[in-house]
């Protein structure tokens, strides 16, 4: 059951996450504490911050899953009179437990996070991340856009998802989300 978190799940998710991570190609061993800081940002979306939950025949749950979409902002001139500040969610981060891999639930959580991303009228979803995973979601290079990030990142990790076809379309500037 794919479902949104809720307090009493955090600590749960902490460690979840903090497991997860240490089996990842790429990590800094810090994401379950980039989890906490970003439940306490402005960009917080409750409802976008989805667990994957199994349950056992006993009854007993337990999550497998775990990913968040935030609120973020692509801003162009940024400090001009011409600034413009086009919303858009970041993705991040993603996990599933390591006995789960492989049978199509990261997958699951990402269409999921479409689903309620579309419903609640965002554009697009950045995020940085292996685009050997993520261009099977039709995930495109951000610099394609002129969309850049403001650290210094190879530009083939940085992507971007229109959410609808024409969302990107005069969309452009540097990222706040990373
Ligand atoms: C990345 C992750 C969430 C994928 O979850 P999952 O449930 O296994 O994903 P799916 O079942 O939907 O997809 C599996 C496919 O993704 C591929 N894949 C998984 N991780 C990948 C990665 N980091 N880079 C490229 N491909 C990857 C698998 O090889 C598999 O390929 P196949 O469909 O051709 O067989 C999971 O491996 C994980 O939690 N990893 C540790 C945390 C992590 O690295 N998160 C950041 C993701 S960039």
């Known amino acids: 059951m794919i479902r949104p978190e809720t307090p009493a799940d955090y600590d749960a998710i902490y460690d979840f996450v903090k497991t997860a ?9 810090k994401e379950q504490d980039f989890v906490s ?16 939950e199994q349950t ?17 902002e692509i801003v162009r001139d940024g400090g001009t009179p011409r600034e413009t500040r086009f919303p858009t969610l970041l993705l991040a981060p993603l996990a599933v437990a390591l006995g789960e891999r492989c049978h199509g639930l990261g997958a699951e959580l990402v ?14 979803i950045l995020l940085v991340g292996d685009p050997a995973y993520y261009e099977r979601f039709g995930f495109q290079r951000a610099d394609q856009f002129d969309i850049h990030p403001t650290a210094k990142i190879p530009p083939q990790y940085v992507l971007i998802y229109a959410l609808t076809p ?7 500037g540097v990222t706040t989300a990373f």
């Open 111 to 124: 269409r999921e996070s479409f689903k309620r991303a579309k419903q609640a009228g965002f554009a697009s």
């Open 56 to 72: 056992d025949a006993s009854g007993q749950s337990r999550i497998v899953g775990h990913m968040m979409l935030t609120k973020s």
């Open 166 to 172: 024409d969302a990107l379309c005069g969309v452009s």
């Open 21 to 29: 991570f240490e089996t990842a190609k790429v990590s800094n061993d």
């Open 37 to 52: 800081q970003l439940r306490t940002s402005s960009g917080y979306l409750p409802e976008m911050a989805l667990v994957a």
